[in-house]
């Protein structure tokens, strides 16, 4: 069973472009999450989809980051422009969630952001 | 909020020795679900165990257990018989179970293994 796929794995980028790091979630879930890791604030949650919908992006830094997810299969996380401060690295997560109660979340091996 | 707090930086365990890595955390909620995930090198998060605050009995998975206590608000994990790959950043992590979905993690505890 393939687990939660990442790509790119690496990213290196100058400040200024524009970065799309992409997940597959696991076949079946309905639960997609986007969490950035740093040094400073440890584990974050940036952008929570359910069934496809994005039900809390309360987490997403600013104006310059955004996320879609088209279809049950892929989610996309976009910087633009990116910055020196979002290098990092960004997981994906997903779960089956039946509806009352959150179900464990499973992590893709992540992307390693630099922003030079 | 809820938070989460794991006290110890780092650990050191020698191979085939039983290590405990702490955990508390704060929360007014009565369900809830807690969780170690494992950090590796490869910076691959995994799950180690969960344990349902609803039930008394604490989580086994093998070489790993929970001493889950609830009034305390205590989450700790014991790895026994450790070994080489055990060495890892260990995450404690709360979700609240009514309406939570975001994991709250602590800060982690990194885990080194002696031969």
């Known amino acids: 069973d393939a687990g939660v796929i990442q790509s790119p794995r690496h990213e290196v980028t100058e400040m200024g472009q524009e970065v799309t790091l992409r997940c597959k979630p696991i076949?079946?879930?309905?639960?997609l999450f986007w969490y950035r890791q740093t040094m400073m604030r440890g584990l974050e949650l940036l952008i929570y989809?359910?069934?496809?919908?994005?039900?809390?992006d309360s987490g997403m830094p600013e104006d310059r980051f955004s996320a879609k997810m088209p279809n049950a299969s892929f989610s996309t996380l976009k910087i633009q422009p990116s910055e020196p401060r979002d290098s990092a690295v960004y997981f994906c997560?997903?779960?089956?969630?039946?509806?009352?109660?959150?179900?464990?979340?499973?992590f893709g091996p992540g992307t390693r952001l630099t922003v030079l | 909020a809820q938070t989460v707090t794991q006290s110890q930086p780092e650990m050191s365990v020698q191979e085939a020795e039983t290590v405990t890595l702490s955990c508390t955390y704060d929360?007014?909620?009565?369900?809830?679900?807690l969780f170690w995930y494992k950090q590796p090198p490869s910076r691959q998060m995994i799950l180690v165990i969960r344990?349902?605050?609803?039930?008394?009995q604490n989580a086994t998975e093998n070489r790993f257990s929970v001493n889950f206590q609830k009034a305390a608000k205590s989450f700790s994990l014991k790895i026994s018989d450790s070994q080489l790959g055990d060495a890892a950043m260990y995450f404690c992590?709360?979700?609240?179970?009514?309406?939570?979905?975001?994991?709250?993690f602590g800060k982690g505890t990194s885990l080194l293994v002696t031969p």
């Open positions: 997560a997903s779960s089956l969630d039946g509806g009352f109660r959150p179900d464990t979340q499973y």
């Open positions: 076949s079946g879930h309905n639960s």
């Open positions: 989809f359910n069934n496809n919908v994005p039900i809390d």
């Open positions: 929360t007014s909620e009565s369900d809830y679900y």
């Open positions: 344990q349902e605050a609803y039930k008394q």
């Open positions: 992590a709360y979700v609240n179970s009514n309406s939570g979905y975001a994991l709250n």
